[in-house]
């Protein structure tokens, strides 16, 4: 077993879950969705409240590897490429992570012993902080060399922001919650990012299926059924179509 797994949950672009230091059994705990103020909406969109974390630390979160235990496919990471998915951070100036990460996201394609697929082999994929006092809001996109001088800003960047963390007992995070920015559309179970359609997330508990990420922890583990679903007061979206292998870390 890896010696720094953590899991990660994204949502809209992206919908993970996230992790910490390995240790046996990992218990994921589920982030209390915000009360509703009085005379508020509660099928208002985005949810009262929703908002990345106050309280987030980016030396921390880039610590050790992330493993996606569920996601949205990407333009770079299709369906099929979304097996055993792990992210690394890494920062362009370890004195300062704000100045930057650069992103590296490893994850095989048909399969968990597929072919393995990488964006670090590719142009760099960066998340950089708009506003240093809400490190929790990041930008991830791609960075040609030399473009992000000529236009601006990266080539299809969109928020990432953590809108929920939970630390192990050992310190550092043990799982995050990702979104890509408030979702704004109103669907059957609840708020939804853009044009997702949302579905019912799996039952609790260990059963057929589960995401490899999960299946790769030690057998007494059965994190599946302590990891949040999704995000609280956001309708579940689809899945990654993981498969049981104990190979992925």
């Known amino acids: ?12 672009l992206c919908l993970a879950l996230g992790a910490a230091q390995a240790r046996g059994a990992r218990h994921l705990a589920a982030a209390a969705a915000p009360a509703a103020a009085p005379g508020a909406n509660s099928s208002a969109c985005p949810p009262y409240g929703f908002d990345a974390l106050e309280d987030f630390n980016v030396t921390d979160y880039i610590s050790a590897p992330w ?16 097996y055993c998915t792990q992210a690394r951070y890494v920062p362009l100036n370890p004195e300062d992570p704000l100045e930057g990460l650069q992103v590296i996201n490893f994850s095989r394609k048909g399969g968990v012993s597929g072919e393995p697929v990488s964006t670090g082999a590719g142009p760099s994929l960066v998340a950089t902080v708009p506003d240093r006092s809400q490190p929790s809001k990041l930008s991830v996109g791609f960075d040609f060399p030399g473009a992000s001088q000529l236009v601006g800003t990266q080539f299809g960047s969109g ?16 799982w995050a919650i990702v979104s890509s920015g408030p979702p704004t559309a109103q669907g059957a179970d609840g708020c939804v990012f853009a044009d997702v359609s949302p579905r019912a997330a799996p039952p609790p508990g260990p059963g057929p299926g589960p995401p490899a990420a999960l299946a790769c922890q030690a057998a007494d583990a059965s994190p599946a059924s302590h990891a949040p679903a999704h995000a609280p007061g956001v309708a579940a979206g689809p899945s990654n179509p993981f498969s049981p292998s104990h190979a992925c870390l």
Request: charged letters at 10%.
């Open 1 to 12: 077993m890896h010696a720094t797994a953590r899991f990660l949950a994204l949502a809209a």
């Open 159 to 174: 928020p990432y922001w953590v809108i929920a963390a939970g630390e192990g007992e050992q310190g550092g995070y043990e």
């Open 67 to 82: 493993y996606v235990l569920a996601q949205l496919p990407l333009i770079y990471q299709p369906v099929d490429q979304l």
